[in-house]
C-alpha cells in the first residue's frame, strides 16, 4: 500500500545571485536524499516518496529547477546549471554529501552532477532515464524509438502505462492535473556540464542504481541494459507494468528499491 502523503510546506531560496529556487526540506538529522523531478513533475511530483523516505530515516530535499514549479530567475542571470544549482543549494544547507534520486530529465541532471561532483554524493539513483547520452548511435535509436508520432502524444499516454491508466483514473488525473502545471511557458533548459556519453559514464565512480520500468517507452529494459554495461558495478531494477512514471505509479516499488540500495551506501 502506498504510504500516506508527506506535504511539506515549500519556500524558496536565493542560491546565487538572481536564482531563487523553490525547494521543500523535511529537515532532521537522517542521511539526506535529493529527489529531482522529471520535466513534466515538480517537487509536488515526489508526494509518494518523502513520506516513505522520511519513515526510513532519511531528511528528503527536493526543489523546482529553473523554468519548474515556484523557482524563478531574474532577467538577465545567465543559465548556469542544474547540477551547479543543485550544489549551490546543498552549500546554503551546509549539507556536504548526499543520496541523489533523479526520475527521467532529472536522470540527465543525476548523471551530470556524478560527473561534475562525485565527492558530494554517497550514491545515485536514475530512473527511466534516457541520461542524455548524446553517442551517435543512441540518438538514433531513440529516434526509432521516439518517431514525431510518438512525441506528439499527449503526455499521459507518453509516460502513464496503460495498466496504470486503466487501473488508476484518479491517480492519472492527478498526474495529469500536477504535469500541467510543473512547467513554465517559456522555460528553455539549462544546459549541462558535460557532454553525457556513454564514454563518460565508464568513469563514474559513484554507486549507481539503474531502474526502469517494464512498459517504459522511453527507456526500456534493453536501454537499462546499455547503460548498465558502461557504468561499472551498476545495480539494475525493472518494475513491472510500470512506464515512465515508476515513482508514480508503483511508488512501493519504486521506494523499496531506492531504500534497499541507499542502505548500502
Do not use: C
Not at 18 to 36: A, E, F, K, Q
Not at 196 to 201: H, K, N, R
Amino acid at each position: 500500500m502506498v504510504a500516506a502523503a508527506l506535504m511539506l510546506a515549500q519556500t524558496t531560496k536565493n542560491v546565487s545571485p538572481g536564482v531563487h529556487l523553490s525547494y521543500s526540506d523535511t529537515g532532521g538529522n537522517g542521511v539526506p536524499i535529493v529527489l529531482m523531478h522529471a520535466a513534466t513533475g515538480s517537487i509536488r511530483s515526489w508526494e509518494h516518496q518523502t513520506s516513505a523516505f522520511v519513515k526510513a530515516g532519511h531528511r528528503v530535499i527536493a526543489y523546482d529547477r529553473r523554468g519548474w514549479g515556484g523557482t524563478s530567475v531574474d532577467p538577465n542571470v545567465a543559465a548556469g546549471t542544474a547540477a551547479d544549482d543543485l550544489i549551490a543549494l546543498l552549500d546554503s544547507l551546509h549539507i556536504d554529501r548526499v543520496h541523489l534520486v533523479g526520475t527521467a530529465a532529472g536522470g540527465f541532471v543525476t548523471l551530470d552532477a556524478a560527473l561534475s561532483y562525485p565527492q558530494r554524493l554517497r550514491s545515485i539513483v536514475v530512473a527511466n532515464s534516457i541520461g542524455g547520452v548524446q553517442d551517435p548511435e543512441f540518438v538514433a535509436l531513440g529516434n526509432r524509438l521516439r518517431p514525431p508520432e510518438f512525441t506528439a502524444m499527449p503526455p499521459a499516454l507518453r509516460e502513464l502505462s496503460p495498466s496504470y491508466r486503466a487501473e488508476n483514473r484518479n491517480g492519472t488525473e492527478q498526474w495529469i492535473a500536477l504535469e500541467n502545471v510543473s512547467r513554465h511557458p517559456s522555460a528553455a533548459a539549462q544546459p549541462l556540464n558535460n557532454r553525457i556519453t556513454f564514454s563518460a559514464l565508464e568513469s563514474l565512480h559513484v554507486p549507481t542504481l539503474l531502474l526502469t520500468g517494464d512498459a517504459d517507452m522511453f527507456a526500456p529494459p534493453p536501454v537499462l541494459k546499455m547503460f548498465a554495461m558502461h557504468i561499472r558495478g551498476a545495480e539494475t531494477v525493472v518494475v513491472p507494468e510500470a512506464g515512465h512514471s515508476t515513482y508514480w505509479e508503483q511508488p512501493d516499488m519504486f521506494n523499496q528499491a531506492v531504500l534497499t540500495f541507499v542502505k548500502k551506501h
